[in-house]
């Protein structure tokens, strides 16, 4: 997980580069078939829509019933290219030079998340969205459809919950080499009541096909020459030490489904106070010790 100086979904873990913006623009306009135009002001809009308005009473080709149905869905148009232009603009300020992809974006995914995209009004949820596509153009296939479906449906608790249970995700690392991030926390522990991430909203999540709830604890299976678990933990590096003879270490019974991980793995939430000292404790019941370094 990156680091950032704000909370929340909005805080993805890509840098701005304005330099390679419209290589960004481009893949999205060929795979959808949208034409970007320069960025107006609010006042715009209502002109926009009074001009289309006339442009439709104008055509005498179109039925007087046809007419009638483009005037309705005017300002739902000219809103819905609106609310993906500005998406686009936060694309393009997080769009990395350095991804190393230089292919087209996949049609399918881009209709897909269009479809998803085109009714985004809130500011702050367009930048999520922004920066999902940098992501999807940067790595395609790191944002599943999925993950797309799933913030179109979730509400703001979802969010709150969602942020809040990333604060007990760790950086699972393999010999020095980043892997996966990882949930480290269990359904009845007291840090979950504290965080006020009760059932209801831990079903939603899942529900949303973020995470997954099982009765049995999940396990990490370690090497025979492997001698402790590798994580980082916002900027701490934590080794979680087995007894002698052990090769797994338990992880919970709360897992990110691959959305979920695809979603974690870009946002930045602040530390749990007491985290490192509740897997000290959690850990200390199955014989394993925990070293901070």
């Known amino acids: ?126 930048i999520v969205w922004g920066k999902l596509l940098a992501g999807e153009c940067c790595n395609p296939g790191s944002v599943p459809k999925q993950l797309v479906l799933a913030l179109s449906l979730m509400d703001k608790k979802d969010v709150d919950s969602f942020n809040c249970l990333c604060q007990f995700c760790m950086t699972r690392k393999e010999r020095g080499i980043v892997k996966e991030t990882q949930l480290m926390i269990n359904l009845d522990d007291e840090k979950i009541a504290e965080n006020n991430l009760n059932s209801d909203r831990l079903l939603s999540l899942e529900g949303l096909g973020l995470i997954n709830t099982m009765a049995d604890t ?24 087995p007894p002698d003879g052990v090769h797994e270490l338990y992880q919970g019974d709360i897992a990110l489904t691959e959305a979920g991980k695809a979603l974690a793995s870009l946002i ?6 007491g985290f490192v000292e509740y897997l000290q404790r959690y850990y200390s019941n199955f014989g394993s010790t925990v070293e901070v370094l």
């Open 268 to 273: 930045v939430v602040d530390p749990i106070d």
């Open 1 to 126: 997980m990156g680091e950032n100086t704000q909370n929340g979904l909005v805080n993805v873990n890509l840098q701005p580069v304005a330099d390679v913006a419209n290589n960004l623009i481009d893949k999205f306009c060929n795979a959808v078939g949208w034409m970007a135009t320069p960025r107006g002001k609010g006042k715009d809009f209502e002109a926009a829509v009074q001009i289309y308005i006339q442009e439709i009473q104008a055509d005498d080709t179109l039925p007087p019933l046809v007419r009638a149905a483009k005037i309705t869905h005017a300002r739902k148009d000219i809103k819905e290219y609106i609310n993906i232009q500005e998406i686009l603009k936060h694309a393009q300020n997080y769009y990395r030079i350095e991804c190393g992809h230089d292919g087209p974006l996949d049609d399918s995914w881009a209709m897909f998340f269009y479809d998803k995209a085109k009714n985004v009004t809130q500011d702050d949820v367009r």
């Open 218 to 241: 999940y396990c990490l299976k370690l090497d025979e020459d492997e001698r402790y678990g590798e994580y980082e933990y916002h900027g701490k590096e934590v080794h979680i030490i």
